[in-house]
């Protein structure tokens, strides 16, 4: 509530201290150096310099340039909006949890799981289950394969029949 009422406070002393500064601005005999007293000549602009053009570019077509740099950064702010909406990545500490349920879910079930099933028994959304299960794939966790009725399994490295990989000779 006090700080409601500051400016009241401040508002009279305003025009007391304004003329007080022009009244000793006024006032001959003030030390030099004091703020106010200059009395070196005014500065002329050189014939050599150049007036920067694009500065009147700007003055005159501001009714242009100032509303397309606004819709210019309306449009970035959208579009970094949309990016991180899209992004969602999971950080590594939510991405171990999961891919840990993902592997003892599928020792549960050595013959393998269809990337939905995985993804409900997990609790996640199915693309991010199966982009998560892609991932632990080309580390070497897991292994896919299709099934007879052409459905994508899933099922830990080195459980069942697995073709043997040069790499683990």
Excluded: C
């Excluded at 003329?19 to 150096?33: A, F, K, S, Y």
């Excluded at 896919?144 to 069942?160: D, E, I, P």
């Amino acid at each position: 509530m006090r700080g409601s009422l500051e400016p009241f406070y401040i508002a009279p002393v305003l025009p007391l201290l304004l003329t007080l500064l022009i009244h000793l601005m006024q006032v001959d005999g003030l030390p030099e150096g004091m703020p106010g007293q200059d009395n070196s000549p005014k500065y002329v602009k050189p014939t050599s310099s150049m007036a920067p053009k694009y500065i009147d570019m700007l003055e005159q077509n501001s009714h242009i340039v100032y509303p397309s740099i606004a819709v210019l950064t309306l449009l970035l702010v959208v579009v970094g909006i949309f990016q991180a909406w899209k992004s969602q990545d999971m950080d590594g500490l939510t991405k171990n949890e999961f891919k840990r349920a993902i592997i003892n879910e599928l020792r549960r079930n050595l013959a393998g799981l269809p990337g939905e099933v995985i993804a409900r028994a997990v609790g996640l959304d199915r693309l991010k289950t199966v982009r998560l299960l892609e991932q632990m794939q080309q580390e070497g966790m897991v292994a896919s394969y299709m099934s007879s009725n052409q459905m994508m399994l899933w099922r830990v490295r080195g459980a069942g029949n697995d073709k043997k990989d040069q790499r683990y000779y």
